[in-house]
């Protein structure tokens, strides 16, 4: 129909002039002769005439005042009139009704009441007429034609305005689309005024009769129609309500938690993104909505990002989440909590301190809350450190997962939380932290069903972890089926490296293997750690005295290196690497004898000579020339700004050898490390600051490597050294000349 075009046809042109013409006292007397009129019309009319005369009834019913002769000829014959030839008018009989209403006052105010009783009866007649015709030629149209009118419902037929009557079974037929015309009833019960509970009870009904799988998809798109849609949270219920079968389709949940995890990365809209969080709260076991909505949060927070659409999404988890039945996913929601309190305090947000202590509030009367209050807070201090220079060292994280063990091992509940928690919510950097402590909590049968029951979990990363920790424990020995408790960090790399679960290979140097390099670092850095950390009770010690102590433990540390690598390696597996560190004193101090003012500067100079076989046909030998130097203390806690270093010594370590570097012995600072600077940035600092004999602490430090990195990573891993046989000669020669303590490495690689 198209509103507006009132041509009416020139067989029935003449009828309704003469009706709109009419007075208003003659109506009720001319109606007969114009009915006979119009059904003798009606009788010859061809369809083009029908098609013409419909279009210009329904254009003066929607819009514009009508006199009381055109409201009654419209209305009383409209049955008549509007057939359903072409699409539905939208709330066709929301303005009907409305027209109804108009003439009946307009009878009124002209006097005639008493029959206005028995016309409204015949217009309500005609209504019905036009709507049930109309729905039988457009059944999907039922809510384009009743919106905005209420209705009831008895079980069989809907009512609308009370009068108007639409029998279900009439409607629904026997087609297979019948999902749309049910989808049509759902729709309107937010329009019920009586038997809702019996509307929903009938499409629960009429729905379990179709197949699913024929409905289930069509089912699917409806639904997420509806996520779209911003003003359609109240729908979600009654949808799902009334096709039951959906709060278990687990093709559903994904797709929802997807959506939300994509929402939340992209700032999606607000509406949208609580939808989608009511949604997933709608899901019944065995498919797990609020793991779903969990999964969306771990896999989108960021803390670079505005997280006010991660705080919605995380309250409403915490209104369907029960902490006793669900220990893991609260100490999942008090982990993203506290990485949103974390996010929260750099941003200046005000309630940050409110939020987080309504979280805590949650689950504060579990026995185990404590524990989960101190879990979530170390994780979000520990991960982040796995993706940045402050990556904690070997035995760090060993003795780390030795206090998480001591903590969760002993309660099921405790276990339970903590092995999901740490393969969901691990980032990919501590993927390798996270099975070592899931292989060390995992004690009993129970614990093994669980990890079972984890390969059906929303998370690919869960998914993959599992899959990784049953290998291996499918491999353990018979004789052993639960696992040990790895007591070192080589024995747990040991457990992986053999049943292959888990391959870390590549690295980063030409080793070409992340778990000698991990070892290697860690093991230097706790050398360098405890030699910083006695810093201060040595430091009246001169240089060449704190040198050894330092080499002497290194030595001893290369020694351990040796002994971890043969626990690390399966029996009778060829070692990959050997390593040989030992270092001589040139020049040995003459006791009662003091060194010669002016022949030699301060410091001492050390030169690391490294000899590296791979593989039997592939050797290198360079040597790297360093200059170790203190810093001095200046009263009772307080250090020399400065450290001592003359201009001349650095140029004479760069006119030997631009592989040169400077070594600083300082006490703990930011952490517990010895400063490595490049000569030629030592040289940079200086004159940048004017200095002829000192270079700036602060400087140096900015701008220095920890002594564990700069072996493992530049000295082992090749990236410095100088091979020209002048510099060797100069750092293996004459005593006087050469440095005071040469250190030879020497790394022998086979194959693998």
């Known amino acids: 129909m198209l509103p ?3 041509k009416w046809p020139e067989s029935i042109q003449a009828l309704y002039e003469q009706v709109a013409g009419s007075a208003p006292e003659a109506v009720l007397s001319s109606r007969p002769q114009w009915s006979e009129q119009l059904a003798e019309w ?11 005369a419909q279009s210009a009834a329904w254009s003066r019913l929607d819009t514009g005042s009508r006199s009381p002769g055109e409201l009654l000829f419209l209305l009383v014959h409209c049955g008549e009139l509007l057939w359903p030839y072409s699409e539905a008018p939208r709330e066709l009989l929301q303005r009907l009704i409305t027209r109804q209403a108009q003439l009946v006052q307009a009878l009124k105010d002209g006097g005639q009441d008493e029959a206005v009783a028995p016309l409204v009866r015949q217009v309500e007649a005609e209504l019905a007429k036009v709507v049930s015709r109309y729905l039988k030629r457009h059944p999907e149209e039922l809510v384009t034609l009743v919106s905005g009118v209420r209705c009831t419902f008895d079980g069989k037929v809907l009512r609308f305005n009370d009068t108007v009557e639409v029998d279900l079974k009439v409607l629904l037929g026997s087609e297979r689309r019948v999902i749309g015309r049910l989808d049509q009833l759902r729709a309107l019960l937010p329009y019920l005024r009586e038997g809702r509970d019996k509307l929903v009870a009938f499409i629960r009904e009429r729905a ?8 289930r998809d069509i089912l699917e798109e409806k639904l997420f129609q509806l996520v779209a849609a911003p003003e359609s949270r109240g729908e979600l219920r009654g949808f799902l309500g009334s096709y039951a079968q959906g709060k278990g389709e687990a093709r559903w949940c994904t797709r929802a938690s997807l959506l939300l995890a994509r929402n939340l990365e992209e700032g999606g809209p607000l509406a949208v993104i609580e939808n989608l969080s009511e949604l997933l709260a709608y899901f019944e076991a065995p498919v797990e909505g609020l793991r779903g909505a969990l999964q969306a949060l771990v896999a989108s927070i960021h803390e670079d990002k505005e997280l006010a659409r991660h705080r919605l999404v995380a309250d409403k988890c915490w209104e369907h989440l029960e902490p006793k039945k669900e220990p893991g996913l609260a100490l999942v929601l008090l982990w993203l909590e506290e990485r949103i309190f974390r996010v929260a305090l750099r941003q200046g947000v005000e309630d940050s301190f409110e939020r987080r202590n309504r979280a805590r509030e949650r689950v504060r009367e579990l026995p185990v809350a404590e524990a989960l209050y101190w879990l979530s807070e170390e994780c979000v201090d520990l991960w982040p450190r796995f993706e940045s220079e402050r990556r904690p060292g070997a035995d760090d994280l060993s003795a780390w997962r030795q206090e998480v063990v001591r903590r969760f091992v002993k309660k099921p509940v405790l276990r339970k939380a903590a092995i999901e928690f740490f393969l969901w919510c691990a980032p990919d950097a501590a993927a390798s932290e996270a099975e070592l402590v899931t292989l060390s909590l995992v004690k009993t049968s129970t614990d093994r069903r669980l990890l079972r029951r984890l390969g059906e ?3 690919t990363r869960v998914r993959f972890r599992v899959r990784a920790i049953n290998a291996w424990l499918a491999a353990g020995p018979e004789s052993a089926p639960e696992p040990q408790t790895p007591a070192t960090l080589t024995g747990a790399l040991r457990h992986l490296r053999a049943s292959g679960a888990m391959t870390l290979g590549g690295g980063r140097t030409w080793l070409r293997d992340r778990d000698l390099e991990e070892l290697l670092l860690g093991a230097f850095s706790r050398v360098e750690r405890d030699f910083s950390a006695r810093y201060p009770e040595h430091f009246r010690e001169d240089e060449a005295r704190l040198v050894t102590r330092l080499l002497e433990d290194l030595k001893h540390e290369f020694e351990s290196i040796r002994s971890d690598l043969s ?3 399966s029996q009778g597996q060829p070692v990959p690497l050997e390593l040989d560190l030992q270092y001589r004193r040139t020049r040995a101090p003459v006791e009662g004898e003091s060194a010669p003012e002016g022949l030699r500067p301060g410091g001492v100079e050390l030169a690391f000579v490294l000899k590296v076989e791979v593989e039997s046909f592939l050797t290198t030998k ?4 360093v200059q ?25 370590l760069l006119g030997q050898s631009e592989s040169s570097f400077c070594l600083f012995l300082v006490p703990p600072s930011l952490r517990a490390e010895c400063w490595m600077v490049p000569a030629r940035m030592v040289r940079g600092l200086m004159e ?3 200095s002829l004999s000192t270079v700036s602490r602060e400087g140096a430090q900015r701008v220095a490597r920890s002594l564990a990195q700069w072996m493992t990573y530049d000295l082992l891993g090749l990236w410095t050294g100088d091979d020209r046989p002048a510099v060797l000669e100069r750092a293996e020669g004459n005593p006087e000349r050469g440095p005071d303590f040469i250190v030879e490495i020497s790394v022998r690689k086979t194959g693998r």
């Open 4 to 6: 507006g075009n009132d």
């Open 42 to 52: 009606v009788r010859n009319a061809t369809l083009d005439e029908r098609e013409m």
């Open 208 to 215: 379990a009769k179709i197949p699913w799988r024929e409905c």
């Open 457 to 459: 979990h929303p998370s």
């Open 567 to 569: 626990i690390l390696l």
């Open 622 to 625: 360079r040597a790297v020339l």
């Open 628 to 652: 170790a130097t203190k810093l001095e203390r200046r009263g009772e806690g307080q250090w020399a700004p400065n450290i001592r270093l003359a201009r001349e010594q650095v140029d004479g």
């Open 688 to 690: 940048a600051q004017g």
